[in-house]
């Protein structure tokens, strides 16, 4: 139901739900509203938009909102709207991944550029699920010994050692390593090491 363009606006206050509307609406965005994280999630919306989420609602409130799309493994950029004296609960949000925080009355310039930064983030993530992907392709072709291979590499250890610990000579170890390189599309040892990081550290959904 959603384009990449999508803010989606969670909040239980109409009035609220309607001047985002309007604002951001006039601002270029496709604009999708909600009066409760539970109606949010009943729509199970793809794409990399943004959610802008009231902290404090009726039922499931915004930083439990966020923690159930985490949960769900949905890497949406979250913006979450606060009161004065809700701070702390923001910064807890921002700690868990929030893109940003708008304090009520929000500034209109403020939250059109706090929804900017907020879709530079979700292209970001965008970016890096597809290299994600693609790496992981590159992996599964691997052979096992290539993957013992890889490990060691990424482990530090060298040529020497791996041949040792895997009781095969250092040319065989060469020409698995060049294997790699290539099944990996790797030009340096340092990019196989990234690439290999970056999926190891790379959430995971459910």
């Known amino acids: 139901m959603t384009t990449d363009a999508t803010v989606h606006v969670v909040d239980d206050d109409e009035a609220i739900r309607d001047s985002l509307a309007i604002l951001l609406g006039a601002a270029g965005f496709t604009v999708a509203t909600y009066p409760s994280a539970e109606a949010f999630l009943l729509t199970a919306p793809q794409g990399s938009g943004c959610c802008v989420i009231d902290v404090r609602m009726p039922g499931m409130g915004g930083l439990e909102l966020q923690e159930e799309l985490v ?50 983030r979700g292209l970001e993530v965008a970016r890096e699920e597809a290299e994600g992907s693609q790496i992981n392709r590159r992996l599964s072709q691997l052979t096992p010994r290539e993957r013992e291979v890889l490990e060691a590499l990424v482990a530090g250890k060298p040529n020497k050692v791996i041949a040792y610990d895997l009781s095969i000579s250092p040319r065989t170890v060469e020409i698995h390593r060049a294997r790699v390189m290539e099944k990996m599309a790797a030009r340096t040892l340092s990019d196989l090491v990234r690439m290999a990081l970056s999926v190891a550290a790379r959430p995971k959904g459910p």
């Open 71 to 120: 949960r769900r493994g949905r890497r949406i950029p979250v913006i979450v709207v606060t009161g004065h004296a809700e701070v702390p609960l923001a910064v807890k949000a921002m700690k868990a991944g929030a893109v940003d925080f708008v304090e009520k009355p929000f500034d209109e310039q403020t939250i059109v550029a706090s929804i900017r930064r907020a879709f530079d």
